[in-house]
């Protein structure tokens, strides 16, 4: 401590919630894992119904599906993505990929993400751009690659207040 009396005091500033926030989010390789994992699972039901519904005809015969068989298609994958992990969703903010490599979602101050207020804005921002031919395409990957961002969330995750952490 110095002798002038007139000297303000010194102290070391120390962003507590950053560093804090940094040790929990979960990296960009198990969030990674855990959408193959989702994707994969979600493959075992689509595909099948795919194929029930001729999807694959069009492609042998080189065909574009109509529009709107396409928006049909993605209408119904993502009810399929809703009865596997609603549940899940509702109550550990997880899907069955999340659950299986133990990461969560959360909102912004690491509570439970809200149905309406988090998870409805974060999966529609995800699932309803896809349904949009090459556009959805394009801002998938975009929503993909925000991932390198150094709070390691996604446009989805901005769009929802939330973020995934380790459980």
């Given at each position: 401590m110095s002798e002038n009396l007139f000297t303000p005091p010194e102290s070391k500033l120390v962003d507590e919630t950053q560093s804090n926030?940094?040790?929990?989010?979960?990296?960009?390789?198990?969030?990674?894992?855990?959408?193959?994992?989702?994707?994969?699972?979600?493959?075992?039901?689509?595909?099948?119904?795919?194929?029930?519904?001729?999807?694959?005809e069009f492609i042998t015969n080189g065909e574009d599906p109509p529009f709107m068989y396409s928006i049909g298609m993605g209408l119904m994958g993502i009810l399929f993505f809703i009865l596997l992990n609603f549940k899940l969703l509702?109550?550990?903010?997880?899907?069955?990929?999340?659950?299986?490599?133990?990461?969560?979602?959360?909102?912004?101050?690491?509570?439970?993400?809200?149905?309406?207020?988090?998870?409805l804005k974060r999966y529609g921002t995800y699932f309803i751009p896809n349904q949009v031919p090459i556009a959805g395409g394009i801002f998938q990957l975009i929503n993909i690659l925000f991932i390198f961002r150094k709070d390691k969330r996604c446009i989805h995750d901005l769009a929802g207040g939330t973020q995934v952490v380790y459980c």
């Amino acid at each position: 401590m110095s002798e002038n009396l007139f000297t303000p005091p010194e102290s070391k500033l120390v962003d507590e919630t950053q560093s804090n926030l940094e040790s929990v989010l979960a990296s960009r390789w198990r969030r990674l894992g855990a959408s193959l994992i989702d994707s994969f699972i979600m493959m075992l039901f689509v595909i099948p119904i795919m194929y029930f519904f001729g999807w694959f005809e069009f492609i042998t015969n080189g065909e574009d599906p109509p529009f709107m068989y396409s928006i049909g298609m993605g209408l119904m994958g993502i009810l399929f993505f809703i009865l596997l992990n609603f549940k899940l969703l509702i109550k550990n903010g997880q899907t069955i990929g999340k659950k299986l490599l133990n990461i969560k979602i959360v909102d912004m101050n690491g509570n439970q993400a809200d149905l309406k207020k988090h998870l409805l804005k974060r999966y529609g921002t995800y699932f309803i751009p896809n349904q949009v031919p090459i556009a959805g395409g394009i801002f998938q990957l975009i929503n993909i690659l925000f991932i390198f961002r150094k709070d390691k969330r996604c446009i989805h995750d901005l769009a929802g207040g939330t973020q995934v952490v380790y459980c």
